[in-house]
């Protein structure tokens, strides 16, 4: 019995070892993170993850101590990570006054301390292709160049110009150098923009300097302060600029502190060519998180021209392809360990030419390393063959996208610029409707609808004549023999009530001011013809969201709530007619609540009359013809708007002053009316939940 026992713990623990032994490659195999993407209704949907951790760097620094004995040096409050050319890597480790260099393969190969001239605290490193290496050298206040050999060749120091005055500070933290050997040096607390050095040294000017973000409450200041009151106010200054990339084409990228413009890619006229962009939104976040200030820290640009950003406040990594649209994006989620994979403070993110990603952490001071996985590869070569103008090519790659995640909505979208450029628009409309995109959808039935055109011209001409021929004829033979219906039977369904009171719309479109007065004076409207009518606006408001073309409404049907728009719609109108009876009563009008229940009903006729048509014609139009289709809209939403008006004036007897004047009370009424609503329930709701407290409490 005692040998048997002996056997099961000896098997049990070989069980244990094997299981801890593959822990490692499981961890290895999966990403310790959700990766999300965006559709294109800005949602963030789960995904499989583009990147898994690969390995970490910097992890085991040993050093010459002076005696020869190697001793262990690890990374301190590093600040910056560069990749050149032949993928070697170089950090700044502050803390350690120097510049360390790693291998392609992450091992550790040389410190750099430039012993003539030791650095301070250097935040940024940049490694030119000629083997030149630029530190920025903080402490020290400068820009130090080294050549291969690691010998001192220049010094940046501080700008000696009329542009800069005697408050400025240099102090650099990050740079970047480009093809003809311009230095870009960001400093920090400096918002003048990147300082520009010549190779030589000399100061050239300020580059991409950001624009001052005046707020609301600036202009209402300007506009009521004294110049004394102003002056005595903190002086508006541009956002600094954090961090600084460029790519291998020459443009210039910078990370900002600006809401507008966080992110800038610039041209060598210092010109943002995302002027139009926004980075850095709060995509999938959690309620906590939103409150939280966006961060971004640092940027890298890689062969392909695929942007990656990190938000260091949030910990959020973020993707983005050559144009600037939004890839992918994954969270690291709070760990008091380190793990691998996961960042707890990234500060600085660099990109080798297989495409890895390499996050410096000055939390855990070492570098987490990340590499694509056949998902993110298949989308990184899809994106860079579609912006090459490489449809054909690229389809293979998205049909790839698609099988390992069918939601990945880009896919459909790169596979559909395939479609379209093979000139197969009955798929391509398809595809981009799958995508979410408008514009594409109205292209591809643009060019369907004008080969249909041309291919029935014929048959669409000769119905159009032998129709004009018909009609003529049919005039001249009434003309001749006056056909008419037997007298008890013609219009006698225009005799009934509620017949006859929906039939007065059509008279309110024609003389709106008689028209209203006699749905007083005359009785010609009631309670069961505006029930109708304002059931109608609700169904064709609801036929008009769900059923108007794509081109126009490309929100999915299963994203739109038909019971908030229709209650909100109700809720909306009956607050305009109750806040409108008690405006009109109080400014001695002389409608009744019938007359302005009726009235408003009766105003809603143009969008029961046109909206569903509007709808339809949507279906056949495209983008191209997009004017008209805001103008119709545009003409119902003024037309039932003047009716409003001319119902007030000509139910109430006012003028036209005093028209506008109970327009504005009713909108001023209608508002504090939803406030005191907002209240009530608020306070309703904390007395249920403060009675049922007590309840429980006396339960016990």
């Given at each position: 019995?005692?040998?048997?026992?002996?056997?099961?713990?000896?098997?049990?623990?070989?069980?244990?070892?094997?299981?801890?032994?593959?822990?490692?490659?499981?961890?290895?195999?999966?990403?310790?993170?959700?990766?999300?993407?965006?559709?294109?209704?800005?949602?963030?949907?789960?995904?499989?993850?583009?990147?898994?951790?690969?390995?970490?760097?910097?992890?085991?620094?040993?050093?010459?101590?002076?005696?020869?004995?190697?001793?262990?040096?690890?990374?301190?409050?590093?600040?910056?990570?560069?990749?050149?050319?032949?993928?070697?890597?170089?950090?700044?480790?502050?803390?350690?006054?120097?510049?360390?260099?790693?291998?392609?393969?992450?091992?550790?190969?040389?410190?750099?301390?430039?012993?003539?001239?030791?650095?301070?605290?250097?935040?940024?490193?940049?490694?030119?292709?000629?083997?030149?290496?630029?530190?920025?050298?903080?402490?020290?206040?400068?820009?130090?160049?080294?050549?291969?050999?690691?010998?001192?060749?220049?010094?940046?120091?501080?700008?000696?110009?009329?542009?800069?005055?005697?408050?400025?500070?240099?102090?650099?933290?990050?740079?970047?150098?480009?093809?003809?050997?311009f230095v870009y040096v960001v400093s920090k607390g400096s918002y003048q923009g990147v300082i520009q050095f010549e190779p030589s040294g000399q100061f050239f000017g300020f580059f991409g300097a950001n624009a001052t973000e005046v707020k609301m409450m600036d202009m209402v200041r300007k506009l009521l302060y004294t110049k004394e009151q102003l002056s005595k106010q903190v002086r508006l200054l541009p956002p600094i600029i954090r961090n600084i990339d460029i790519d291998r084409q020459g443009f210039i990228y910078t990370v900002s502190g600006s809401s507008k413009e966080q992110v800038k890619k610039l041209n060598i006229r210092s010109e943002n060519v995302w002027k139009?962009?926004?980075?850095?939104?709060?995509?999938?976040?959690?309620?906590?998180?939103?409150?939280?200030?966006?961060?971004?820290?640092?940027?890298?640009?890689?062969?392909?021209?695929?942007?990656?950003?990190?938000?260091?406040?949030?910990?959020?990594?973020?993707?983005?392809?050559?144009?600037?649209?939004?890839?992918?994006?994954?969270?690291?989620?709070?760990?008091?360990?380190?793990?691998?994979?996961?960042?707890?403070?990234?500060?600085?993110?660099?990109?080798?030419?297989?495409?890895?990603?390499?996050?410096?952490?000055?939390?855990?001071?070492?570098?987490?390393?990340?590499?694509?996985?056949?998902?993110?590869?298949?989308?990184?070569?899809?994106?860079?063959?579609?912006?090459?103008?490489?449809?054909?090519?690229?389809?293979?790659?998205?049909?790839?996208?698609?099988?390992?995640?069918?939601?990945?909505?880009?896919?459909?979208?790169?596979?559909?610029?395939?479609?379209?450029?093979?000139?197969?628009?009955?798929?391509?409309?398809?595809?981009?409707?799958?995508?979410?995109?408008?514009?594409?959808?109205?292209?591809?039935?643009?060019?369907?609808?004008?080969?249909?055109?041309?291919?029935?011209?014929?048959?669409?001409?000769?119905?159009?004549?032998?129709?004009?021929?018909?009609?003529?004829?049919?005039?001249?033979?009434?003309?001749?023999?006056?056909?008419?219906?037997?007298?008890?039977?013609?219009?006698?369904?225009?005799?009934?009530?509620?017949?006859?009171?929906?039939?007065?719309?059509?008279?309110?479109?024609?003389?709106?001011?008689?028209?209203?007065?006699?749905?007083?004076?005359?009785?010609?409207?009631?309670?069961?013809?505006?029930?109708?009518?304002?059931?109608?606006?609700?169904?064709?408001?609801?036929?008009?969201?769900?059923?108007?073309?794509?081109?126009?409404?490309?929100?999915?049907?299963?994203?739109?709530?038909?019971?908030?728009?229709?209650?909100?719609?109700?809720?909306?109108?009956?607050?305009?007619?109750?806040?409108?009876?008690?405006?009109?009563?109080?400014?001695?009008?002389?409608?009744?609540?019938?007359?302005?229940?009726?009235?408003?009903?009766?105003?809603?006729?143009?969008?029961?009359?046109?909206?569903?048509?509007?709808?339809?014609?949507?279906?056949?139009?495209?983008?191209?013809?997009?004017?008209?289709?805001?103008?119709?809209?545009?003409?119902?939403?003024?037309?039932?708007?003047?009716?409003?008006?001319?119902?007030?004036?000509?139910?109430?007897?006012?003028?036209?002053?005093?028209?506008?004047?109970?327009?504005?009370?009713?909108?001023?009424?209608?508002?504090?009316?939803?406030?005191?609503?907002?209240?009530?329930?608020?306070?309703?709701?904390?007395?249920?939940?403060?009675?049922?407290?007590?309840?429980?409490?006396?339960?016990?």
């Amino acid at each position: 019995m005692k040998l048997n026992l002996s056997k099961w713990m000896i098997g049990l623990g070989l069980v244990c070892l094997i299981s801890i032994a593959f822990i490692p490659a499981k961890a290895n195999a999966d990403a310790p993170y959700r990766t999300f993407f965006e559709d294109s209704n800005g949602r963030g949907i789960p995904t499989r993850p583009a990147y898994i951790p690969a390995g970490v760097v910097a992890k085991d620094i040993y050093v010459d101590n002076g005696n020869g004995e190697m001793v262990y040096s690890p990374l301190k409050r590093p600040q910056d990570i560069f990749i050149d050319r032949n993928d070697h890597i170089y950090i700044a480790d502050t803390d350690n006054d120097r510049v360390v260099h790693f291998s392609a393969d992450g091992i550790f190969m040389q410190e750099i301390k430039v012993p003539e001239s030791p650095l301070k605290s250097p935040q940024g490193v940049f490694a030119a292709d000629n083997g030149d290496i630029y530190i920025a050298d903080t402490g020290n206040k400068r820009v130090v160049k080294l050549n291969k050999k690691l010998q001192l060749q220049l010094e940046f120091t501080r700008p000696q110009s009329s542009l800069v005055n005697e408050s400025f500070i240099y102090e650099p933290t990050n740079l970047v150098v480009d093809s003809r050997g311009f230095v870009y040096v960001v400093s920090k607390g400096s918002y003048q923009g990147v300082i520009q050095f010549e190779p030589s040294g000399q100061f050239f000017g300020f580059f991409g300097a950001n624009a001052t973000e005046v707020k609301m409450m600036d202009m209402v200041r300007k506009l009521l302060y004294t110049k004394e009151q102003l002056s005595k106010q903190v002086r508006l200054l541009p956002p600094i600029i954090r961090n600084i990339d460029i790519d291998r084409q020459g443009f210039i990228y910078t990370v900002s502190g600006s809401s507008k413009e966080q992110v800038k890619k610039l041209n060598i006229r210092s010109e943002n060519v995302w002027k139009e962009l926004s980075f850095g939104e709060k995509i999938a976040y959690t309620p906590e998180e939103r409150d939280k200030e966006v961060q971004l820290s640092d940027l890298s640009v890689d062969a392909n021209g695929n942007m990656t950003v990190i938000d260091k406040n949030l910990n959020v990594v973020s993707q983005y392809d050559a144009s600037g649209k939004l890839q992918f994006f994954w969270k690291s989620p709070p760990s008091s360990t380190a793990i691998m994979g996961l960042n707890q403070s990234p500060v600085a993110v660099a990109t080798n030419s297989r495409n890895e990603l390499f996050f410096l952490d000055d939390a855990l001071n070492l570098v987490q390393k990340l590499k694509p996985t056949p998902l993110g590869a298949a989308i990184h070569e899809a994106f860079m063959l579609s912006q090459g103008g490489k449809y054909k090519e690229s389809e293979q790659n998205w049909e790839k996208v698609t099988k390992l995640n069918a939601l990945f909505s880009p896919a459909y979208y790169g596979m559909a610029q395939a479609a379209f450029n093979e000139g197969d628009y009955e798929q391509a409309k398809d595809l981009y409707k799958l995508a979410g995109h408008g514009q594409g959808y109205s292209d591809s039935y643009w060019q369907l609808r004008l080969i249909w055109f041309q291919k029935h011209f014929s048959l669409i001409a000769n119905s159009l004549v032998i129709s004009l021929v018909v009609f003529f004829i049919a005039v001249r033979l009434n003309r001749k023999y006056k056909f008419a219906l037997p007298s008890g039977l013609r219009f006698k369904w225009l005799r009934q009530t509620l017949t006859r009171q929906l039939k007065h719309a059509f008279y309110i479109l024609k003389h709106p001011l008689e028209g209203f007065s006699d749905l007083r004076f005359l009785n010609s409207g009631g309670y069961l013809s505006a029930f109708v009518l304002l059931g109608s606006t609700v169904l064709v408001l609801l036929v008009k969201t769900y059923y108007t073309g794509f081109s126009f409404n490309p929100k999915p049907p299963a994203d739109i709530n038909g019971s908030f728009i229709m209650t909100g719609f109700l809720v909306s109108w009956t607050s305009w007619v109750v806040c409108n009876y008690l405006i009109g009563t109080i400014q001695q009008g002389e409608a009744r609540f019938k007359d302005v229940f009726v009235g408003s009903s009766y105003a809603l006729f143009p969008f029961v009359l046109l909206g569903l048509p509007l709808a339809l014609v949507s279906n056949v139009l495209t983008l191209s013809e997009g004017s008209i289709y805001q103008a119709i809209e545009w003409g119902i939403l003024i037309w039932c708007g003047m009716l409003f008006f001319w119902k007030i004036q000509s139910l109430q007897n006012y003028s036209v002053g005093e028209t506008t004047v109970n327009i504005l009370l009713t909108l001023l009424a209608m508002i504090i009316l939803w406030v005191l609503i907002f209240i009530v329930f608020g306070l309703a709701s904390e007395l249920v939940g403060f009675i049922y407290t007590i309840y429980q409490e006396v339960s016990k």
